[in-house]
């Protein structure tokens, strides 16, 4: 007897359960690899390595072409908070600090659902400024209290890991995961900052700027680079607040910190050193362009009076310092370096004073 033949509608649900458990068994994997990333993740303890976790570690979990963050960062807080931990934002190259996320991608307004489609240049390369070899992506919201705070951004060169047919749970519990993690880390560096940061001008304390400078030495001894600091002093302040009191004092030293603010680089490190003492750090900085950065800000303090009280203004100069060093590979008490560098530029503010105030005077370098 002929053996008989399953019939076309049979075959077809054959093929499809084959397709159906090929598709669970890859997203079981999918999930196994996720619940790991996801502890790597919870285990980051400070905010730049959980932002290494998030881009490197899922693209080498996932085997993906590429993985980008996009962060909302419209006050530059996560900046600045990565700033005054010793980090640079460019140098995480995969993630994007922006204002708003309209205008990165059609599909990152108005959803927290995760998308899944083909990689198109036009609408993805914002997102994704070296996609010439991706073919498919996702982008996942990060969630926090029914808003997006930025997406992860996943790639792929093929062309079907990321389609509308896929399932979207799992990813959409990862970016609830990257959303925690990133809300967390962004707190933790809060608080540290809250340790390091002078509440009067919101600059960093000198216990701060003395790490800092260790540092930024170290940094330029294997680049063959130098570090200079500014030491800044307001000429007769204690003036200032006899006649008009500390609230007028401290209201004066904050004017005099956005003065400066407003002329270093994000790079450089601003400091209350102590009393109306002021320091400004200057990576990769010689003592030469110091001392142009220097005038630069004795001059804008010094161009425009400052309202002191109510029908009084006043024009209030400061003295500064400026000295620079650039540490040789056999030195090594960077502490010492450190030290020396202050005392330098303290030195040069004193010759500064000394010399009539309102100007500026460089030490070694």
């Not at 990862?174 to 509440?199: H, M, P, Q, S, W």
């Not at 200057?282 to 110091?290: F, H, K, N, Y």
Request: hydrophobic share 45%.
């Amino acid at each position: 007897m002929p053996e008989e033949r399953p019939s076309p509608d049979v075959e077809e649900l054959r093929k499809r359960l084959a397709e159906l458990t090929a598709e669970a068994v890859q997203n079981a994997a999918i999930l196994k690899r996720t619940q790991e990333r996801e502890l790597s993740l919870l285990r980051a303890d400070t905010l730049p390595q959980l932002l290494h976790e998030i881009v490197d570690g899922l693209r080498a979990s996932f085997g993906l072409e590429a993985v980008s963050l996009v962060l909302l960062d419209p006050q530059h807080e996560i900046r600045h908070l990565l700033i005054a931990g010793g980090d640079r934002p460019e140098e995480f190259r995969q993630v994007s600090f922006v204002d708003s996320l309209v205008g990165l991608a059609p599909q990152l307004t108005g959803s927290l659902k995760p998308w899944l489609g083909p990689f198109v240049g036009a609408d993805h390369r914002l997102i994704f400024p070296a996609g010439g070899e991706l073919r498919s992506i996702a982008l996942i919201a990060l969630p926090r209290k029914d808003r997006a705070i930025g997406a992860l951004c996943l790639g792929s060169g093929d062309p079907v890991r990321f389609t509308r047919h896929h399932g979207t749970d799992f990813l959409a519990h990862l970016g609830a995961i990257v959303g925690l993690c990133v809300e967390n880390a962004i707190n933790r560096a809060r608080l540290l900052r809250a340790g390091i940061t002078d509440f009067l001008t919101g600059w960093h304390n000198r216990r701060y700027l003395q790490q800092r400078i260790k540092e930024e030495l170290g940094r330029a001894q294997r680049r063959n680079g130098s570090v200079a600091c500014l030491m800044i002093d307001v000429d007769r302040f204690k003036g200032i607040n006899d006649a008009y009191g500390h609230l007028v004092g401290d209201h004066a030293l904050r004017e005099i910190a956005q003065r400066i603010e407003g002329q270093i680089r994000s790079m450089d490190t601003a400091a209350r050193f102590g009393g109306d003492e002021l320091a400004v750090l200057l990576p990769d900085a010689s003592v030469t362009e110091a001392v142009a950065l220097a005038e630069r800000i004795r001059s804008t303090i010094a161009g425009e009076a400052m309202t002191l009280a109510p029908g009084t203004s006043r024009i209030v100069t400061v003295s500064i310092g400026a000295a620079a060093l650039a540490p040789s590979r056999y030195d090594g008490d960077l502490a010492a370096l450190a030290s020396r560098l202050l005392a330098d530029a303290d030195a040069a503010l004193y010759r500064a004073k000394a010399l009539g105030r309102n100007r500026v005077q460089a030490g070694a370098g």
